[in-house]
T-cell receptor, first 112, second 114 residues
Framework: KNQVEQSPQSLIILEGKNCTLQCNYTVSPFSNLRWYKQDTGRGPVSLTIMTFSENTKSNGRYTATLDADTKQSSLHITASQLSDSASYICVVSGQAGTALIFGKGTTLSVSS | NAGVTQTPKFQVLKTGQSMTLQCAQDMNHNSMYWYRQDPGMGLRLIYYSASEGTTDKGEVPNGYNVSRLNKREFSLRLESAAPSQTSVYFC?????????????FGQGTRLTVV
């Protein structure tokens, strides 16, 4: 069964600290992996999208990595800010034209 | 720069009532989607429209109908609302399918069925 598992479920960090969120997937065949940020009461907003041939992709303070062999991805947030408090969702796409498989998300809280 | 616009933002229905959730995008995208998001679960696909004039069932289509009115608009209808349909509904669009193209989401409709 195609699944996307994220860990931890929730995380609390101090402003200015770094953190890493994990994503494991069993989707096969695999086309691409995306990370979305969802603020409370808003729709998801894309951070990165990586195909199987890409190992890393950055978007400002956000850096995503992908290991297609082990079917694992991580999202690293550097120098966290209060505005980083949100849910971060890992999404995997199979071959083009198939549905996106969403993880349940990691809720990040950044405190001052 | 509106992107994907959903209406209404909030709605309370009584069991058995009907309603239509509206979605419009201004990015000239071919594909549009309806998802629902429930606590403790990932977004689940209800219906999608790969292109104007076509619609297909997703993972959880029961109790819903859709209409791709034109390239811009994709509506979701609940004919007889049930408490199990209490959820947050998101509309999304992408240029073409779910390949390597980006998907853009609306801000959501929070629906409560009592």
């Amino acid at each position: 069964k195609n699944q996307v598992e994220q860990s931890p479920q929730s995380l609390i960090i101090l402003e200015g600290k770094n953190c890493t969120l994990q994503c494991n997937y069993t989707v096969s065949p695999f086309s691409n992996l995306r990370w979305y940020k969802q603020d409370t009461g808003r729709g998801p907003v894309s951070l990165t999208i990586m195909t199987f041939s890409e190992n890393t992709k950055s978007n400002g303070r956000y850096t995503a990595t992908l290991d297609a062999d082990t079917k694992q991805s991580s999202l690293h947030i550097t120098a966290s800010q209060l505005s980083d408090s949100a849910s971060y969702i890992c999404v995997v796409s199979g071959q083009a034209g198939t549905a996106l498989i969403f993880g349940k998300g990691t809720t990040l809280s950044v405190s001052s | 720069n509106a992107g994907v616009t959903q209406t209404p933002k909030f709605q309370v229905l009584k069991t058995g009532q009907s309603m239509t959730l509206q979605c419009a995008q201004d990015m000239n995208h071919n594909s549009m989607y309806w998802y629902r998001q429930d606590p403790g679960m990932g977004l689940r696909l209800i219906y999608y429209s790969a292109s104007e004039g076509t619609t297909d069932k997703g993972e959880v289509p029961n109790g819903y109908n859709v209409s791709r009115l034109n390239k811009r608009e994709f509506s979701l209808r609940l004919e007889s609302a049930a408490p199990s349909q209490t959820s947050v509904y998101f509309c999304a669009s992408s240029h073409m399918g779910t390949g390597n193209t980006e998907a853009f989401f609306g801000q959501g409709t929070r629906l409560t069925v009592v």
